[in-house]
């Protein structure tokens, strides 16, 4: 089940021109494009006559020409001409989401338009600051994108699944603090006087101790912010630390399979295109040691037999939380939903 | 759902020799052969013994012997021989389809055989007439046979998927006439004084002006002739003429999956090898453009949401009409079979 | 459907070292491996935890640590470890499986530990005897076992698919006799003074007639042993004899997939390599034409419509009371599960 009103990434701002660009987002087929005065229109991907891809038609100014039959359809969704007659019937239409870009993303409301709220852009304000500097990239996964947020809410899988870069005992060792704020979800590990995990070593050029900071903000559907910062140890002098965030988002594009959305954008070295390099493959190569482990995870929830269970740790706490607020904001549509009806 | 009481391609002619072949048709396996005296047999694909596939045995004259224990079958289908023991038991039979070769290919009825009609053969002539030389091919479609039928029947996609070939505007432009006569659709459209398409151009060596028509023939399940013609605009001067008939026949291989069966046969330039080899390849291209569409097509038919439906224009006629006859003879099929049990 | 309470192969036991192997039998995730003292454990490849695959983790000692989040299971399955608490659930356990290496292989009991009984464990040990030497391998099929089963209790198929190797006219001449004993179905067949067929010729160099002897004993769930003979015709003079067994056990994956264990083991020519290796490329060949007949049977037990059935013939009688003998066992099964409930 997914959250219908609410924002999901459809795609890389960079990726959207005046041309047409096909996504799938919980099941729905999407086409998107830049108008020609710049805006992101989004459209459901079909056709209201005969159910072809519109994102197989051509844009005519901002109109698209299904490439079928020519039905065209303006950036509203609505049909404004059918070859070989005048009339044109109400119900010729295609679906129009609500779009905003932000924080270099397009993100697409997939629920009521009419409820479609800003406010609930997850806040991902350092991948656009001034005085920061992102590397990022999107990633298929073959699992539900649950998974994928349980993930980034319990670090304590850095020990076990990426001890080659952002893990080691220290994160074990250190308790979270986990909060429920509202329909967030906090979790803080501050790991005091501690080896560096290996990248943060060779970000930094030294093994000496640090005062290690990972705060993560969870936002519904699937948005998770790390704050992540290496002081020295015993000082909090933000000049010789590394700091950045972990900025992810992942888009279900059905319940088997996700395309995860993920930055590193830090505020120091802004200018060093190799260290740039360093983080984006070191991340990525991190991320796809998770994709080994979650894809097999996804095939067990696929085979286990109905009765089997998961037990609890006290580390999933954050992981829980975020389910049972998505669990319940799901519930609260559904009911919304049934009672408009 | 299919028609069962109906004939299907099952082959090209030429493709089914004295050797064991292979065909779904509608969900069944076919086993198919041409007798030593020439005759052409279509059995179930399936042993009555262990369901090995027959096509995998071999001929011994005009049987098939199962190549997993030798279990032995007539060409009615009927045992003739049980390894190791005397008794045949009357069930050990497998289903024998009524099979007729006409206009260069093998069709199969595949409902029951007393009920096999060749009058119902479509009535494609141009194929094997004196005076006219085809070329053709089959291509397999990840679609339901249905959307294939629907393309036939609306040709204004040409001027929106074929612009390269056979489309322009002129189709757009002109209405057609449909017309329901018994169980066939005809749809009629002259374009008067136009521009030819690019394909017609090239074949006629000018572009100048013609009077096109189409006019199409559909019967059930699944057979369209179009007779196609290009004169000089102004004249039905037949001798500077372009004229084929575009003849279509797609078979379900299950209900997701289609092989289409084409030829184009003209009457003229009958001996120029060249200009059937430009026919051929023109033809092949643009078909294949309408392969793109109409898998995108099924796709949508798999995960449209049940209460999503298409909207009518008036070019649908002729598809909507096609659809509607086959829905009532399968629900006609339907109804005697349950009155006969 | 699966008997739960049999012993299935798992793996060769020189495929199993004291690293993690991952297999699935009967729709079941397993994690295998031999402890530092050389014993072979079997466990739930799944973490109870977060269900991540237990395989994708890594030994300690001879306990494994989950590669997610390091909860680590000794080689009971018991929880040993929850990194960052104290407290371990009871339910924080993987289930753990009996097991048994005997003739080469790996056994695994499927169902109630304490219901494993060595003495189910069919008698291969022809695999392990002294004055004997094997070849063997593992073959993954795309077909339910019991379609493998049935393909070793009759074997008039050598006829018809193997008339390369081990087939000829005889088998399929010298009828079978069949006999139940308890919950082994025994078949035998002896031709006499036969041609040899084309493997048993180049093996002992010689088409002199022979007299062939096919001893098949059949031992749930899937166990196959084939004591082949082929003495010098009107003799049973052993020292020119070729004598071998053909040891199969198959291991369903799913109920669609399946693992087939096999190897050919001789008393004769001990030391003789290149027969070996003859032996085994002829074999291995064999069994592939069984994979193509077999691959075609699951298909149509696939798409067959439910009304279709089989037609018994004689030679089915070992097949189908190995058939009897598991459909009785599961269904005692069932009910004796459902009565302890």
């Not at 640090?210 to 790390?226: E, G, H, K, L, S």
Request: hydrophobic fraction near 40%; charge should be negative.
């Amino acid at each position: 089940m997914f959250l219908k009103n609410a924002w999901y990434v459809a795609a890389w701002s960079h990726e959207i021109e005046h041309t047409l660009a096909q996504r799938w987002i919980a099941g729905e087929p999407i086409v998107i494009y830049r108008t020609e005065g710049g805006r992101v229109v989004a459209l459901e991907d079909r056709c209201p006559h005969r159910r072809a891809a519109l994102s197989l038609g051509r844009l005519i100014g901002d109109s698209i020409e299904c490439g079928y039959h020519g039905v065209t359809l303006d950036c509203s969704g609505a049909c404004v001409k059918i070859p070989g007659q005048e009339l044109i019937p109400k119900t010729m239409k295609a679906r129009s989401y609500r779009v905003v870009e932000k924080w270099q993303w397009v993100w697409v409301w997939l629920g009521d338009p009419d409820q479609a709220d800003e406010a609930l852009i997850p806040d991902f304000r350092w991948n656009s600051e001034p005085g920061w500097t992102y590397t990022g990239g999107s990633i298929d996964v073959k699992a539900n994108y649950q998974l994928l947020t349980d993930n980034l809410l319990d670090l304590t899988h850095e020990t076990y699944v990426h001890a080659k870069t952002i893990g080691n005992q220290a994160v074990i060792e250190t308790p979270a603090i986990t909060s429920v704020v509202g329909n967030e979800v906090h979790v803080k590990r501050i790991m005091s006087n501690t080896k560096p995990p290996p990248l943060f070593a060779k970000v930094r050029g030294t093994d000496s101790p640090i005062d290690r900071w990972q705060v993560i903000r969870y936002q519904t559907p699937a948005n998770i912010a790390i704050d992540a910062r290496g002081y020295p140890a015993g000082s909090e002098d933000m000049s010789q630390a590394l700091r950045w965030f972990s900025i992810n988002s992942i888009t279900p594009i059905d319940d088997k399979t996700s395309r995860y959305y993920w930055t590193i954008t830090r505020c120091f070295a802004l200018d060093d295109q190799a260290l740039t390099e360093l983080i984006h493959k070191s991340i990525l190569a991190t991320f796809m040691e998770d994709v080994v482990v979650i894809e097999a995870q996804q095939l067990r929830m696929q085979t286990d037999h109905p009765d089997k269970h998961e037990v609890g740790i006290a580390a999933d706490a954050g992981a829980l939380g975020a389910r049972r607020i998505l669990e319940r904001l799901i519930r609260e549509e559904a009911l919304a939903s049934s009672a408009s009806t």
